[in-house]
């Protein structure tokens, strides 16, 4: 059983700072050691959700979102099966349910992995920017 419980969210005032955490449990590497992409995604109110920041288990580099670009930076820590999402400068518009999630497929740091290829999802943790 595979469950991804997320943490850390809050709210901060413009140009702080939040860590997120993806505390992930059940997932398995096959013995060909195929990894898992694992992303966080974000879904400010009216909005769609979309992507943030992901990286393959595998891999070394990541891919981001250009609104979050040079901001945020999305690390790993497979020994403890744990994501995480550092937020710096943060603005209004960053305001959102963010949620992780992971895939068992191979991501690229060119282009976002598509939301139907995440197999599963935590529930979310509410980031709120004040002005």
């Known amino acids: 059983q595979v469950q991804l419980v997320e943490s850390g969210g809050g709210s901060v005032q413009t140009g702080g700072s939040l860590r997120l955490s993806c505390a992930a449990s059940g997932l398995t590497s096959s013995i060909t050691g195929f990894g898992y992409c694992m992303g966080w995604f974000r879904q400010a109110p009216g909005k769609e959700r979309e992507v943030v920041a992901a990286i393959y288990t595998r891999g070394s580099t990541a891919y981001y979102a250009d609104s979050v670009k040079g901001r945020f930076t999305i690390s790993r820590d497979n020994a403890n099966d744990t994501l995480y999402l550092q937020m710096n400068s943060l603005k209004p518009e960053d305001t959102a349910m963010y949620y992780c999630?992971?895939?068992?497929?191979?991501?690229?740091?060119?282009?976002?992995?598509?939301?139907?290829?995440?197999?599963?999802w935590g529930k979310g943790t509410l980031v709120t920017i004040s002005s």
């Open positions: 999630a992971a895939g068992r497929r191979y991501c690229s740091n060119a282009y976002p992995p598509p939301q139907s290829g995440m197999d599963y």
